[in-house]
């Protein structure tokens, strides 16, 4: 049984979806791993991770434009406001969605559905540097 | 150190919760595993999981209904609509709740409480047939 | 390669996030594993997992707040009533939020970022005994 461990940093331009599915496919594949777990974790609190169709933009599209209003700026019952505007609306964001995603490995490849992309999904507004850490096991 | 990789088809009937625990508990109790991690992950992005309580069937039903009210169809900003009025919302809840769940082994057994249950949660409204892979590791 | 697994015992006092990083950091230490994958594991269906920021309180004060209000008490088309006005809600609030999380181990620590914490997320108003599975493997 083998794992490997791995950073990278994705820097985001502001609230959207951006996508990591290539970057995880080649970590796995670095690791010539056929059969295992990896494990996607981003470090922070104001992105997520989401796994979700890559094949038609829209769909990003109204992600965003569902949880924009879900968790709108401007909730005038918020205390935690130093941080701006889109601050804590980022947390509550990231709170529902995913901070770690595991995968399964088969063949190789981590068995993501013909549609599924994954995706590091930015709450604030402004361009952030985010580090993503991507773990597997197997053999 | 073994591990073990299955799929598992679910035929779903359109919108709802379909309990796969018997489908992990026999998939767990086959690789003789008596401590590690049981993985289940779902290849769609229109379907999800979710461990909810299996005793009243009348939580299923309100989980239906606070979806459904949270994510209805027919929101007019929508502009992913060419594969139907159920399948953004569809995605949406997908988002909302998980595409992968981890679950320790112990004893031989996925360490889920009294009360849990592992369902499929399916958010389109017609049947659809869905791939679900299970990943364990231990010994 | 080696695993471990422990449960813990969280003594919830009503609704609120209760910190466990310091109980999953002395778990990982214990065990000795410098790389790996530790997962956290809760046996409950009204309460949750949820990774927040641990530097300001008021993100929890609002993190409350908004769940508060996106699934309240007294939405009167709900059906499971028997177990209290505070059961569904805290149902539907652990299907928002997670059940299991997994965070890899690298230098021998979770690799939790600078403000992230580790929370359960408690969504009954009475004080529950919650319990927690951690499972690690790694070398």
Redesign the interface.
Known sequence: ?H?A?DNHIVETRGQGLFEVTRTLRSFVASTRIE???V?A?????SCSL????NA?A??Q???M??FGR??PEG?D????T?EGPDD?PA??K?????????????GGRA??????GLYLFEHRRRPHRR?L???I???
Request: overall charge negative.
């Open positions: 049984m794992q461990i059969t295992g777990l494990t974790y981003v470090r922070h609190t989401l796994i979700q169709e038609d829209d769909v599209t109204d992600m434009g569902f879900l968790v909730m019952w918020l205390v935690h130093t804590m947390h509550i990231a709170a529902l969605t995913q901070t770690s995603i595991g995968i399964p490995i088969s068995v993501l559905g013909t549609w599924q580090e850490v991507f773990h096991i197997g053999e």
